[in-house]
């Protein structure tokens, strides 16, 4: 069985521009979460969608937001970017609703922010 | 606030040794608490969970961990280390705060297992 899947694995980007990450949850899983993995650092929560739905938001800026589709993949974007969002950046999807907080992680989208 | 402390940057032990990595944790009511390890350039794999029940709780690869209430402790253990345990391990609490599915993480141990 396919596990978490994130696209892309590696991406440059400079100060000021946009970015989209990707996710494809386990099939059957329908709560998809993003984290942010600083270096050094454990994983801070950023969303959590469930059904398609917002259920969750961590404290992060305007500047990031994400949705999920109707396949319950998911995707993170981040406007004007700044030196400090490079980082990993962790999907991780959920069987069952979003409080048993099982969850199973895809490997991760390492952003470099020049 | 909530959080979750792991007190310890590494830890050292030697192979057939027994290990311990130790999480404290800040809630209020009772949280679920979690384990998760990363190796090198890799996502988080869960390890093991409690949410209720026997304080002992048994976990992926011979760990297991410890709830502690009057300690709001939930320490890894595993009796005997082995070198491929060598990873980056994560303690996590999910708070009672209604279905956000919010885990925090704390900061990260380094298990060095030693031949």
């Known amino acids: 069985d396919a596990g978490v899947t994130q696209s892309p694995t590696h991406l440059i980007k400079t100060r000021g521009q946009h970015v989209t990450l990707r996710c494809s949850p386990i099939?059957?899983?329908?709560?998809v979460s993003w984290y942010q993995q600083v270096l050094g650092q454990g994983p801070q929560f950023i969303f959590q969608y469930y059904e398609k739905e917002e259920r969750g938001r961590g404290n992060f800026p305007d500047r990031f937001s994400a949705r999920q589709f109707p396949n319950y993949s998911s995707e993170l974007n981040v406007n004007a970017l700044l030196l400090g969002d490079s980082a990993l950046y962790l999907c991780?999807?959920?069987?069952?609703?979003?409080?048993?907080?099982?969850?199973?992680f895809g490997e991760g989208s390492r952003l470099t922010v020049l | 606030a909530q959080s979750v402390a792991q007190p310890e940057d590494q830890v050292n032990v030697a192979e057939g040794n027994p290990l311990t990595v130790k999480c404290t944790y800040s809630?209020?009511?009772?949280?679920?608490l979690f384990w998760y390890v990363q190796y090198p350039n890799r996502g988080l794999q869960f390890l093991l969970k409690?949410?209720?029940?026997?304080?002992l709780v048994k976990g992926s690869y011979g760990f297991e961990a410890e709830f502690n209430k009057s300690q709001t402790s939930f320490h890894l253990k595993k009796p005997s280390a082995l070198v491929s345990d060598s990873a980056l391990y994560f303690c996590a609490v999910l708070p009672f705060s209604g279905n956000t599915g919010k885990l925090i993480f704390g900061q990260g141990t380094t298990l060095q297992v030693k031949p």
């Open positions: 099939s059957g899983h329908k709560s």
């Open positions: 991780a999807s959920l069987l069952g609703t979003p409080n048993t907080g099982e969850l199973f």
């Open positions: 809630v209020s009511g009772n949280p679920y």
């Open positions: 409690y949410i209720t029940g026997d304080n």
